[in-house]
């Protein structure tokens, strides 16, 4: 990495943190108006905290066109709506893949709402922000910590559901890692994944969303992205080391069969699980052919 691309990189993070500051402002004011339990009241407040994250994120995308430049192809479907529900699916290979996404998707489908792990709440400025947005924060309890205390079985499921209640007033889209955590050789080797380019989905969250939903949310959107030279950090993205990026996209109706009792209807389990596994068994080949796309034609 060149000098070069350092200082513009140095230069770049200050500008989103400046830009970042500047937004989570208004953000938090509003986000108290909010706290009056008066409907029209938190409904507007909604509406204007979801335009200034809106504006930020475009603000962003200004900083990153001037500072770090890149390609992104998309292709696949793109006949998008503000007016729509939409749970939204990706591949995970790096933190990047969120402003990847916040890009390809800002201003096209209601502002994207991630389930977010319960420490994430103390991340200076960006923790408050998610929290004024209703980011919904999600505690994971260990097997160890269920067995010491079998009262917490269920607890994380229950706070799923309280954060999906909140977007039923209006549009949402609500975005899923479904493998949980970012994809490493480390990671695929030790869950023996049957996927060449993937881990292992994980179904519960995406199951419970949907059925805590209901049916106000009925569009699957499965996103996946491809780095061609290099699965980039922060850091790496910000100084432009970054040049292309592919992203297909592929909008279904959600089938009634993906919805129901994941907890105790172990049947509906079992078919999500396979419902879920077909479509990543999908994405590992979408990923293998834009490995071979991307390879030198001899």
């Not at 699916?89 to 996404?101: G, R």
Request: charged share 20%; proline share 5%.
């Amino acid at each position: 990495m060149s000098p070069l691309s350092k200082i513009k990189g140095s230069i770049a993070f200050l500008c989103y943190l400046f830009n970042t500051i500047f937004w989570t402002i208004p953000i938090l004011m509003f986000s108290i108006v909010k706290l009056i339990p008066i409907g029209i009241f938190q409904k507007v407040c909604s509406y204007i905290l979801d335009n200034c994250a809106t504006a930020w994120i475009g603000t962003n995308t200004i900083i990153e066109d001037i500072f770090h430049p890149m390609r992104i192809h998309v292709t696949g479907d793109q006949s998008f709506s503000e007016k729509e529900w939409y749970m939204v699916i990706a591949n995970h290979q790096s933190w990047v893949d969120i402003l990847i996404l916040q890009r390809v998707f800002n201003r096209n489908i209601p502002f994207l709402k991630f389930f977010l792990k319960q420490e994430l709440i103390f991340v200076p400025v960006l923790g408050l922000a998610w929290w004024a947005l209703d980011f919904p924060f999600m505690r994971r309890y260990s097997t160890a910590q269920l067995r010491k205390n079998p009262k917490l079985k269920g607890k994380d499921i229950e706070i799923t559901r309280k954060a999906c209640e909140k977007f039923k007033t209006k549009p949402v889209s609500i975005m899923n890692f479904v493998e949980g955590t970012r994809f490493s050789v480390a990671k695929h080797d030790k869950q023996n994944s049957a996927f060449q380019h993937l881990l292992k989905p994980k179904a519960g969250g995406m199951a419970f969303a949907l059925s805590a939903m209901g049916e106000h949310i009925n569009k699957l959107v499965n996103v996946t992205i491809y780095y061609p030279d290099i699965v980039p950090t922060y850091w790496q993205y910000i100084c432009g080391e970054l040049s292309d990026v592919r992203v297909d996209i592929k909008i279904t109706d959600i089938p009634k069969n993906m919805r129901g009792d994941y907890l105790k209807d172990r049947e509906f389990k079992i078919e999500f699980q396979e419902q879920l596994n077909q479509l990543w068994v999908e994405k590992d080949q979408q990923l293998q052919q834009f490995i071979t796309d991307a390879k030198p034609k001899v």
